[in-house]
């Protein structure tokens, strides 16, 4: 299950790059692909990044009312 997991974090990586390269770094689209990259991390043993990454994407897009 941890190699899938390793697999799946390559992928994401991957998506993320090149979402950011098509729709650019402020589509919502990006909001969805970077929580999935950040449960990743989170997987995989990488915390520290799922937190960061997790921060930057709140910090981008705030709660809408």
Same mark, same amino acid.
């Given at each position: 299950? @941890?190699?899938?997991? @390793? *697999?799946?974090?390559?992928?994401r990586e991957e998506n993320r790059v090149l979402a950011k390269a098509k729709f650019g770094p402020d589509d919502r689209n990006i909001?969805?692909?970077?929580? %999935?990259?950040? %449960? %990743?991390?989170e997987k995989t043993g990488r915390r520290h990044n799922a937190l960061k990454?997790? *921060?930057?994407?709140f910090t981008r897009f705030p709660a809408q009312p």
């Amino acid at each position: 299950l @941890v190699g899938q997991h @390793v *697999d799946a974090l390559k992928l994401r990586e991957e998506n993320r790059v090149l979402a950011k390269a098509k729709f650019g770094p402020d589509d919502r689209n990006i909001l969805c692909i970077m929580q %999935n990259l950040a %449960n %990743n991390y989170e997987k995989t043993g990488r915390r520290h990044n799922a937190l960061k990454l997790r *921060d930057a994407t709140f910090t981008r897009f705030p709660a809408q009312p």
